[in-house]
């Protein structure tokens, strides 16, 4: 503890592994394999899919996790045929130790049959060790007619070629190698929400409520993916609900480094108490050009510009005032060491700040309303919502 403490030290005085701006040659290069990734790194692809989201991990060992692979539309296979090849290239093979599926929606899943995860698989010739997902049987929400095809796929011929496990929070269910942790953070409301909603339900939550979210950590290097996840309760105007389960996901997370960002930018996610918890360095949003819901939001925007620096893959929404972030297609973070990385070729060093939490109860003192007292903790944007929640 004591070296780590002292190697964080030096890095925040300015010291580091490898020259700060310069990537060392070999992160260009082929592996025997055919692929670009280099063994002993640790890569993060934001894949430029336009409207659809996928994300390719690659331990230092070469473990793989792909993070959603999604389509625009429920007939379409154009996003599969942009992540197929794309992790081909990285890889030089077609298998998937992992696959995570947020949740059921088409730009973070296609639909069986035609595109997203299902192409992949039955198209493209790709194999998955195992594939884990949020609990549908129990908590159903919006549901859909993405949601009930992947249902029925997974409870029948998907079984035999994903091998679907339901995620839990914590540990244990994904390996990507020595030194690399990953921890599920949010799943299914972290229990925020009643497991069934009544089937004449007026405005049932979101699909977006029960997205899985993780927090991946590699030497002092802290990165979290949480899909859609939701920031703040309110009654949509397409016939959901919101709710806000980023402040409860928010002290399991902690401290980060690179946050890709929630449900692209939305004006209802990256809430204040959230971001004030994780204050990430580096943000990156998947979003496509044009976006039709009009992400990412201006107010979003302005909030992640106040932490640090900002990448997208697409535009998005024209109308909004990017502040001087970057928009590099295909976003990639790269790591030899977990201490410097690179993020679309411009160079940071990952640090352990001190954060206090003086009352102990996980919200850090610029989160919580009262740092002394375990008591008092940061209550849900826009309230609570009774009719799905048990509200104190």
Known sequence: ?????????????????????????????????????????????????????STLIVGPTGRSLLVDAGEADWQADDGALIIGPYIKNV?????????????????????????GLWHLVNQQGFTVGKLLHRDFTHYLGEGGGTLARWRGYLAGEGQSVLHPEVATLGAGQIDLGAGVFLRVVAADGNGLLTAQAPADDPAPPSENDYS??????FGLLDYF?????????????????YHDIEYAAAPLAGDIDVYRVNHHGSDHSSSPTFLAELWPRVSIIEVGNDNPDGHPHQATVDRLGATGVLYL?????????????????????????????????????????LRVDADGDGYFQETD????????????????????QVCL
């Open 212 to 217: 899985l979210a993780f927090v991946l950590r």
């Open 91 to 115: 890889l030089g093979s077609a298998h998937l130790d992992y696959v995570l599926i947020s949740h059921f929606h088409l730009d973070h899943t296609g639909y069986p049959g035609y595109g």
């Open 1 to 53: 503890m004591r070296a780590l403490l002292l190697l964080s030290e030096l890095l925040l005085a300015g010291c580091s592994l490898v020259p700060a701006g310069k990537m060392p040659a070999v992160s260009g290069a082929e592996t025997p394999g055919g692929g670009t990734w280099q063994p002993g790194w640790l890569e993060i692809h934001h894949i430029d899919a336009g409207q659809a989201c």
């Open 313 to 353: 893959t697409e535009r998005g929404d024209p109308k909004t005032d990017l502040r001087g972030a970057r928009v590099v297609g295909h976003v990639v973070l790269r790591t030899a060491d977990g201490f410097d990385y690179w993020v679309a070729g411009d160079h940071y060093v990952a640090t352990d700040p």
């Open 225 to 241: 993916s949480g899909g859609d996840l939701s920031g703040e309760t309110l009654v949509s105007e397409y016939g959901y609900s």
């Open 369 to 388: 309303p009262d740092d002394t007292s375990r008591l008092v903790v940061p209550a849900p944007r826009g309230g609570c919502d009774p009719e799905h």
